[in-house]
């Protein structure tokens, strides 16, 4: 990501900011306005030259302002744009109303503004999409007045608490279309003595709307979502619970790349330490994310793109432009501006800062992804960014006798590549005996068949790096595959040890696995492999299991894994060598658990060319 740098710095506040691309490409921020002078709210649009956003244009001229906004890219590529406007009476004891304007410019100029809502209500927040089907939606925060027996009032002062009870925020929506015009509002959400506000709208390409807000439910400020499927709304779910206040704006939630979204919002928390950036109210707040995979409903963990000890960020704006870009911008809030400038405490910035590049075009290009892990691409034909989301959620049901590790990955790029990838996961062996850390997997979540594969290409236990092939992406895990146990005559043979047997006795080589839970696991997979271990006898032999003499039996009593070895029936087994046995299943594919045993000449060697 680049550097934050201002949209806006001046010597008042900027408010709302918005961040949208147009038809022809261009990069355009919103912000209000405050002016020091006259305390008017205007609306003011800059536009991104190649290296910076240029002098802010004016949108609005009317007296009282615009106090927020939401602007949408139309399928045409006209920008819509919808104004909350702040009404000023001139009777001091009257109501602050707000009510929402809609504008629009296809490359003309902006439209007459066109009233959406009444001037004797207060309707704030907006939230704006572009739906698939060429129609807008807009939501919004509507401003509902009770008194003490519950009822909603025609008329109140917001500052005069003898006039009203209390007041809940409710959630409305409007569609616009074409050849209609603008729908009237009906309500999303009317809970009584709950609030839902900051709003923010979006449509997946499946055509699957998301709406998301901050809501107090539960007396604490909340982030809840919910999604609209076969013409309703669906019960709201709590995102993340009690933490403050969760700032949205629009847009907030942007596709990513297929079947994923990133949900940018601002968390507002207690400042963590006496010496970090506050507002008046003693509040920190920084800029965070969060990617959804809707394919799985799976949420990955938080993560921070500004920080609350640096400095205090909210309203954030995101978008992906036409080429891949992630582009941020958001209000800025502190005694000193970004630059070390200094700033009133009651005043307010706009600053961007957008994504560089990660993946660039070329052949085995490797990008480091943070969290110890990389990924190496065969070969990348348009470049751009790949990043990685952690989660605790299992996206499907994992084989019992894997032992998941504390988080899943998920790797995403919107880079245009060919062919497979080399993944690259840093773990830590705390705790870990050494037969554990050696069955170490990574798992990849096959999407289609809806199962796990094991994509291990090699377990490097000195430098703790776990290496995998997969030719998708999709979500992956370390994982702890079943630890073997040998029993006599070969018993948990040290590295470096052997178990020595007269030429031409019978070995009885058993085994067993469990899981991390403990339990014996059965693997109709298994086999034994003893082989001349590079002696150059060149002889081997593999057993499965079956009912033979010669062939794995499994004892379900014990949990062990029998076979016989008779060495008369192999002329490449020779007294006075050392041999290699080693045990595989389904999870260690062509690798396993390997001990080894020497042949001691006593005399037993008849039979032997059988």
Known sequence: MTAPAPV??????????????????????????ASPVDGRLRLYMSTYNGATFGTPQLVSTWWAGVLGSAAV?????????????????????APVNTELYWTRNAGAGWSAPVPLTSY?????????????DGK??????????????????????????????????????????????????????????????YPTLAQG???????FYSSNVGGNWSLVWRKYESGVWGAPSILEFGLMAQYLQQPSLINDVPGKYRLVYAQKNFCPNINCPTAADGFSSEIRYRTYDSVTNIWANPVSLTSASQFY???????????????????????????????????????W????????????????????????FSNVTVEGSSTIDTATTNPGNVPGVFKIGDFYYDINTNATYTGNMIISLKYSDSGMTPEQEASLRILHW??????????????????????????????IAIASGPVITWHGPISNINEGETYALNDGSTLPIKFSFKDSTGSFVYDPNVSVTVSGNGNGNGGSKTFFLGSGDEDIRYDAVTGQYIVNLHTKLYDWIQAGQTYEVKASNTYTGSDGWRTSFTVLDGGKAQGKNR
């Open 120 to 132: 004797f209500d207060r309707d704030t927040q907006p939230t704006l999409v572009a739906l698939a």
């Open 73 to 93: 890219k139309e399928s045409g590529g006209a920008i819509s744009l919808v104004m909350e406007r702040r009404i000023y009476p001139y009777d001091p004891n």
């Open 313 to 351: 960020a909210d309203q954030p704006s995101a978008i992906y432009d036409s080429n891949g870009t992630y582009w941020l911008i958001f209000r800025y809030f502190g005694q000193t501006n970004l630059g070390g400038v200094s700033n009133s405490n009651a005043n307010t910035d706009v600053y």
């Open 353 to 376: 800062i957008k994504s560089l590049p990660n993946t660039p075009v070329g052949t085995n290009v490797n990008v480091d992804l943070g969290y110890g892990s990389s990924i190496t």
């Open 8 to 33: 806006a710095e001046t010597a008042g506040r900027e408010w709302s900011p918005i961040v949208v691309q147009d038809g022809l490409g261009s990069i355009h921020a919103f912000s209000s306005y």
């Open 136 to 197: 807008l939606g807009l939501v919004f925060s509507k401003w509902i007045p009770y008194d003490a027996n519950g009822s909603v009032l025609s008329s109140y002062i917001p500052n005069d608490i003898s006039t009203f009870d209390h007041v809940d925020m409710d959630l409305y929506q409007m569609t616009y279309d074409p050849s209609t015009g603008w729908s009237a509002a009906t309500p999303i959400a009317t809970t009584p003595f709950t609030s839902e506000a």
């Open 446 to 475: 096959l999407t289609a068949s809806q199962t796990w594969e094991d994509a291990t290409i090699s377990v490097d236990t000195v430098n703790n790096i776990l290496i995998g092939q997969v030719s998708s992406l999709s979500w």
């Open 205 to 211: 390409p499946s055509g699957k709307l998301f709406l």
